[in-house]
């Protein structure tokens, strides 16, 4: 057999694997390659496009979702690690009529403007008020053991890991400490 012949063959193989992934409460099965990001698996097989693909390469954080309750940048993660892990997409935080507390900041903040980076921000978001309220502190935190402040530098610290191309960041900080300051439940 010739090397160009095994080449061949080689990459006509493709592995797959069956999955189960809880998203937005729902059960979702799949039949996927391997490789299939998580991203790519909530975006071109379950169709759930509100979380968007920015970079592919983890330094954008527009395809940021919530696993069991963490943030994490979905194109840097494989589907097929995340058997039996809970994930929520902006799609399973509210809806039109019943927004999530953050969403219906981000409308009255202004905290967008093409609205790309939107979906990352909020899913980021909701788990940076979690790290807060669970004392965990940032690298602008001046004080390791006591609760984090709820603080501009805070906020900006926490969500430096979501760009906005828009420049939308004024609002988005203001929307995001409205609510974790408790002025929007
Ligand atoms: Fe994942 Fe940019 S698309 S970090
Ligand atoms: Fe356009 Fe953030 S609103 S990239």
């Known amino acids: ?3 160009s012949t095994a080449v061949q063959i080689k990459t006509a193989e493709t592995k797959t694997t069956k999955i189960a992934l809880t998203v937005n409460g729902q059960v979702q ?7 299939t990001s998580l991203l790519d ?6 169709h ?3 979380t968007k693909k920015g970079c592919d390469h983890g330094q ?5 979702v919530l696993i069991n309750g963490r943030r994490i940048n979905s194109c840097l993660t494989l589907a097929v690690m995340h058997e039996g892990d809970d994930i929520v997409t902006i799609e399973g935080l509210g809806a039109p009529g019943a927004l999530h507390p953050l969403q219906a900041a981000f409308v009255e903040h202004d905290g967008f403007q093409c609205g790309y980076c939107t ?5 980021s978001a909701v788990a940076v008020l979690d790290e807060i309220r669970r004392g965990i502190p ?5 004080d390791l053991v006591a609760a984090p402040a709820i603080s501009a530098d805070e906020i900006r610290e926490r969500m430096s890991g979501n760009i906005c191309r828009c420049a939308a960041y004024p609002n988005i900080v203001a929307a995001i400490r409205e609510v974790a300051e408790g002025g929007r439940k």
């Open 119 to 123: 979906p990352g921000q909020i899913c």
């Open 48 to 50: 759930l496009t509100g």
């Open 1 to 3: 057999m010739s090397v």
């Open 41 to 46: 698996a909530l975006r071109e097989h379950l």
């Open 29 to 35: 099965r799949l039949d996927l390659d391997l490789r």
């Open 138 to 142: 940032s690298h602008v935190s001046r």
């Open 60 to 64: 954008c954080g527009a395809c940021t």
